[in-house]
């Protein structure tokens, strides 16, 4: 079944005639246009338009199959009316702003809005084949990076200095930065999303770097922590509490887990260690056409994993004044079990 068919039953079961698509990254998952955030979709049980602007008209023929509308707001709106009267259509509640849906509002008079959540992003969760080589791919490439740039990690580098060839090093392949650069050295390990700053690394830091590729779309994300000359035994201690904690995590990964007691799972293991309140974040997140969709790996979500989601395993310790490890991989579920796709070592020393 199409994206577009699982839609179409996923509005059925949500009671809706139509959706109104707004998301960046849904608008491209469901028509295959690339500049989602200058296009809208609207999807009936048997139309589905692509709307943008006269900016596009070559790239939305190209890359998508859906009938395009070229036009700017208020006439796609204008456009789309007629057919909508006495419909129930969903728009994004997640995402469009209020002054759009009083646009909305304006302009389809006879239409009842319902706000909807998730309806598309639920649909994201299970990747196709050609999502996943291109997650895979998006992964390769970062791995290859990281490698490249781990020997300059170095007593007397700066955070920036390892940021910029990361993302110098994307850019000349095609890619670039799935996000900013998480390159946090020393104490600023403490901070989970502690962007490259200047700081000048020091011999017995350890370096959290948390780093992503977006190629065609598709994202990877990985986070590796390593050591400069000898770390302090504290910091080393919490370094094999967090691989042991994801390490245990990434082997429970298989279909119909919950992925709330994937969460505990590592949680407990850091709470073994000391560590419970460290780990400041969620067990993980699904990876795609954006950095964070679903599943969540959070202690209340009810996601349960399925062939073909691809998700992060990323337990993390931070201990304020003093450090921080985070360590991640990227996870794609297969029929039986799991697929480690980052290769980047682990080894702290
Ligand atoms: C701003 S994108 C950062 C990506 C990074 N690799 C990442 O996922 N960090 C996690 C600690 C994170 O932000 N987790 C979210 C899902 C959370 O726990 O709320």
Known sequence: MTQLQELRHAMARAGLDAVWISDPANVRAVSGFSSGKDGKVLVTQGTA?????????????????????????PATLEHAAPALAGLRVGFEADHLTVAALEDLRDHWPQVTLVGVQGLVQSLRAVKTPGEIQAVRDAQALADRVFAEVRPLIEAGARELDIASEIELRLRRAGAQSAFDLIVASGPRGAMPHGTASDRVIQDGDLVTVDMGAQ???????????????????????????????????????????????????????????????????????????EVHEAPSLRGTSDDVLQPGMIITIEPGAYLPGVGGVRIEDLVLVTEDGYEVLSVSPKELL
């Open 49 to 73: 338009t692509l709307y943008t602007d006269a900016r596009y008209t070559v790239q939305a023929a190209e890359e998508s199959p859906l009938t395009a509308f070229i036009a700017r707001p």
């Open 215 to 289: 190629l065609r779309g598709y994202h990877s994300d990985m986070t590796r922590t390593v050591a400069v000359g000898t770390p302090g035994a504290e910091m080393a201690r919490v370094y094999r509490a967090v691989l042991e904690a994801e390490e245990a995590a990434v082997r429970a990964v298989k279909p119909g887990v919950r992925t709330a007691d994937l969460d505990r799972l590592a949680r407990d293991i850091l709470t073994g260690h000391g560590l419970g309140e460290a780990f400041a974040h969620s067990l993980g997140h699904g990876v795609g056409l």
